[in-house]
């Protein structure tokens, strides 16, 4: 089993930056893909960025490339995600996901390849 719990969230102006972070424990080392998934009221979940544990390759949604960074800390079994020039439309509740497979480009964006989920943290940005 491996948990995770997301931090970092709450309301910030457009144009503004947060930066979320995902502590996991239990047995973390059967993580080997770890993404965010975000969604909005009404919409369904969405992918946005994913990360490779060990050699660290990244994955993003078209509409973040340039402005979110995901990365993590191997040391601290922390992921993170660096959320820049934030747009009301990023508004929604953010999830950390843990997969036990190297997952390759085409399967990381799809929710149902993950294994472990956290609680989810809101991402409020007002205009």
């Known amino acids: 089993q491996v948990q995770l719990v997301e931090s970092g969230g709450g309301l910030v102006q457009a144009g503004g930056s947060v930066r979320l972070s995902c502590a996991t424990s239990?047995?973390?080392?059967?993580?080997?893909?770890m993404g965010w998934f975000r969604q909005a009221p009404g919409k369904e979940r969405e992918f946005v960025a994913a990360?490779?544990?060990?050699?660290?390759?990244?994955y993003y949604l078209d509409s973040v490339k340039g402005r979110f960074t995901i990365s993590r800390d191997n040391a601290k079994n922390t992921l993170y995600l660096q959320m820049n020039s934030l747009k009301p439309e990023d508004t929604a509740v953010y999830y950390c996901a843990a997969s036990i497979t190297n997952l390759i480009m085409s399967r990381v964006i799809s929710a149902h390849e993950y294994d472990y989920w956290g609680q989810g943290t809101q991402v409020t940005v007002s205009s």
């Open positions: 239990g047995r973390t080392s059967s993580s080997r893909t």
């Open positions: 990360i490779r544990w060990i050699i660290g390759s990244t």
